[in-house]
């Protein structure tokens, strides 16, 4: 395709691509996508994928909607940006505000506009710590999330997160101010433990923490209702609304990471309360709030949270924070769209129904002799792959099976996503259950490739 040749070099020459092996990238080279249409993209030989992964957890309404290229070239013409600092408001930021308030659990109506997932992580911790500030409790400041969680890649934010990796190359902001308890992962409980005697650990753990970093000293906890980019781990029935409990139970907020689980990807607007039982403090959400078409991330609290910062500038209620693209105009008329594309084609529908096909289909890959655990919910799925079922021992990552299985899906024609020794689906939310066949057959297949090379 016209450019590609010119894009590829300038792209190896001048990009620092995220999460990526600098030297050796330089001699492999990218992969340029050209197109993108429903649930496939079209790279620059056009070659169409199908997209296992709906680009990043992010394109819920499918790719290259023509009526969100309308409405987003319509803002710009009638308003592409104005400052949003103080008084002045835009008819898509405060009209997301209201429909966002709509969709939110009960009780959770106002909204802090960020720039993403990250962003608006390290706004609800702000905003954690401000509430606390204004009720005159400052030592209220310590956040307590957990292994594996991911939370984004600002300094806080990263932090947040309990992915090995990221620890690597910068000083995490340490463990006086962000502390990490065990991540909940059913596949490694303890052998003999029921997944209740494995949850009622984790919640003791939890408590233990609590009391241990001192309970005037720690104001909340965030977590992933499923989380993603960990793995694609879902907890302990009863889990999230235990842990809201232990919350309450010492006066913390609960912070609920639903970047990944909000709009749709499980069914739901969004999954703690409908699915989880539990009513968040701090809402966080990004990714399909827009479905990736422009950047957006948004911040909800609760009443009770503004009820307690809405103070008078005199008694200290100013809150110090705020990005230039707070309620950016064209990425609240994307938002906006894309709700009603969600709405009027009933996708959360669809999805209560394709997402358990997806999940059973799923399982017929336990049958492979190097898959050791299938699970998920919905349209989030985590594949791993190990060396050795009984002891569950992962595959040497040198053996780079994820990637491997990765390449093997990219010559049949299906993008999936290598983390480690697991593979993650996360397709968009519009796949039919023929294309559900087709990816989970191209994972079979690569995974069989893979297993005969090795014979
Ligand atoms: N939170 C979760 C659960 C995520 O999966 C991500 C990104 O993958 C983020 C936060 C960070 O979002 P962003 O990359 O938009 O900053």
Same mark, same amino acid.
């Given at each position: 395709?016209?450019?590609?040749?010119?894009?590829?070099?300038?792209?190896? $020459?001048?990009?620092?691509?995220?999460?990526?092996?600098?030297?050796?990238?330089?001699?492999?080279?990218?992969?340029?996508?050209?197109?993108?249409?429903?649930?496939?993209?079209?790279?620059?030989?056009? &070659?169409?994928?199908?997209?296992?992964?709906?680009?990043?957890?992010?394109?819920?309404?499918?790719?290259?909607?023509?009526?969100?290229?309308?409405?987003?070239?319509?803002?710009?013409?009638?308003?592409?940006?104005? =400052?949003? *600092?103080?008084?002045?408001? =835009?008819?898509?930021?405060?009209?997301?505000?209201?429909?966002?308030?709509?969709?939110?659990?009960?009780?959770?109506?106002?909204?802090?506009?960020?720039?993403?997932?990250?962003?608006?992580?390290?706004?609800?911790?702000?905003?954690?710590?401000?509430?606390?500030?204004?009720?005159?409790?400052?030592?209220?400041?310590?956040?307590?999330?957990?292994?594996?969680?991911?939370?984004? $890649?600002?300094?806080?934010?990263?932090?947040?997160?309990?992915?090995?990796?990221?620890?690597?190359?910068?000083?995490?902001?340490?463990?006086?101010?962000?502390?990490?308890?065990?991540?909940?992962?059913?596949?490694? &409980?303890?052998?003999?433990?029921?997944?209740?005697?494995?949850?009622?650990?984790?919640?003791?753990?939890?408590?233990?923490?609590?009391?241990?970093?001192?309970?005037? =000293?720690?104001?909340?906890?965030?977590?992933? #209702? /499923?989380?993603?980019?960990?793995?694609?781990?879902?907890?302990?029935?009863?889990?999230?609304?235990?842990?809201?409990?232990?919350?309450?139970?010492?006066?913390?907020?609960? /912070?609920?990471?639903?970047?990944?689980?909000?709009?749709?990807?499980?069914?739901?607007?969004?999954?703690?309360?409908?699915?989880?039982?539990?009513?968040?403090?701090?809402?966080?959400?990004?990714?399909?709030?827009?479905?990736?078409?422009?950047?957006?991330?948004?911040?909800?609290?609760?009443?009770?949270?503004?009820?307690? /910062?809405?103070?008078?500038?005199?008694?200290?209620? /100013? *809150?110090?924070?705020?990005?230039?693209?707070?309620?950016?105009?064209?990425?609240?008329?994307?938002?906006?769209? =894309?709700?009603?594309?969600?709405?009027?084609?009933?996708?959360?529908?669809?999805?209560?129904?394709?997402?358990?096909?997806?999940?059973?289909? $799923?399982?017929?890959?336990?049958?492979? #002799?190097?898959?050791?655990?299938?699970?998920?919910?919905?349209?989030?799925?985590?594949?791993?792959?190990?060396?050795?079922?009984?002891?569950?021992?992962?595959?040497?990552?040198?053996?780079?099976? $994820?990637?491997?299985?990765?390449?093997?899906?990219?010559?049949?024609?299906?993008?999936?996503? #290598?983390?480690?020794?697991?593979?993650?689906?996360?397709?968009?939310?519009?796949?039919?259950?023929?294309?559900?066949?087709?990816?989970?057959?191209?994972?079979?297949?690569?995974?069989?490739?893979?297993?005969?090379?090795?014979?």
């Amino acid at each position: 395709a016209p450019g590609t040749q010119t894009a590829w070099a300038q792209d190896r $020459a001048h990009l620092l691509h995220p999460y990526t092996d600098f030297a050796t990238f330089a001699d492999e080279g990218s992969h340029v996508i050209g197109r993108a249409e429903g649930v496939h993209v079209i790279d620059a030989e056009g &070659k169409q994928l199908l997209d296992g992964i709906a680009g990043l957890w992010c394109v819920n309404i499918g790719h290259g909607r023509e009526e969100m290229a309308e409405t987003i070239a319509k803002q710009v013409m009638d308003m592409q940006y104005y =400052n949003p *600092f103080g008084h002045s408001t =835009n008819v898509p930021a405060a009209q997301l505000g209201a429909k966002l308030a709509e969709l939110a659990p009960a009780g959770l109506n106002r909204v802090f506009y960020t720039c993403g997932g990250s962003t608006a992580n390290d706004a609800a911790v702000r905003l954690g710590h401000y509430f606390f500030d204004m009720k005159g409790q400052h030592r209220k400041k310590k956040i307590i999330s957990r292994q594996n969680g991911y939370h984004g $890649a600002t300094y806080v934010a990263a932090s947040l997160t309990g992915i090995h990796g990221t620890k690597y190359g910068f000083d995490r902001i340490g463990e006086d101010f962000i502390s990490h308890v065990s991540e909940a992962n059913l596949y490694a &409980k303890p052998e003999g433990w029921s997944d209740g005697d494995y949850c009622d650990y984790l919640v003791r753990e939890f408590e233990a923490r609590i009391q241990q970093l001192g309970p005037d =000293n720690v104001a909340a906890f965030i977590a992933e #209702p /499923i989380m993603g980019a960990g793995g694609v781990l879902v907890a302990p029935e009863g889990y999230h609304k235990r842990m809201y409990e232990v919350c309450k139970a010492h006066d913390m907020l609960y /912070i609920a990471d639903e970047v990944v689980t909000g709009f749709g990807r499980l069914g739901e607007w969004f999954s703690s309360e409908a699915l989880f039982g539990y009513t968040p403090d701090i809402l966080v959400c990004a990714k399909g709030l827009t479905s990736g078409y422009i950047p957006l991330g948004a911040t909800m609290i609760s009443d009770e949270i503004y009820g307690t /910062i809405a103070r008078p500038q005199c008694e200290g209620g /100013i *809150f110090s924070m705020g990005f230039t693209y707070f309620g950016h105009p064209v990425a609240c008329a994307a938002a906006l769209k =894309n709700i009603e594309i969600i709405e009027r084609e009933g996708i959360l529908n669809h999805v209560r129904g394709i997402g358990p096909y997806f999940q059973d289909s $799923a399982q017929s890959l336990l049958n492979l #002799p190097i898959v050791g655990d299938v699970r998920g919910s919905h349209l989030m799925l985590g594949i791993d792959l190990v060396s050795d079922k009984a002891s569950k021992a992962p595959i040497e990552l040198t053996e780079q099976a $994820a990637a491997k299985v990765f390449q093997g899906c990219m010559e049949r024609g299906a993008i999936v996503r #290598p983390v480690g020794d697991r593979i993650i689906l996360s397709p968009p939310l519009i796949i039919s259950k023929d294309q559900c066949d087709e990816l989970i057959g191209a994972v079979a297949g690569s995974v069989q490739d893979f297993i005969a090379s090795q014979e």
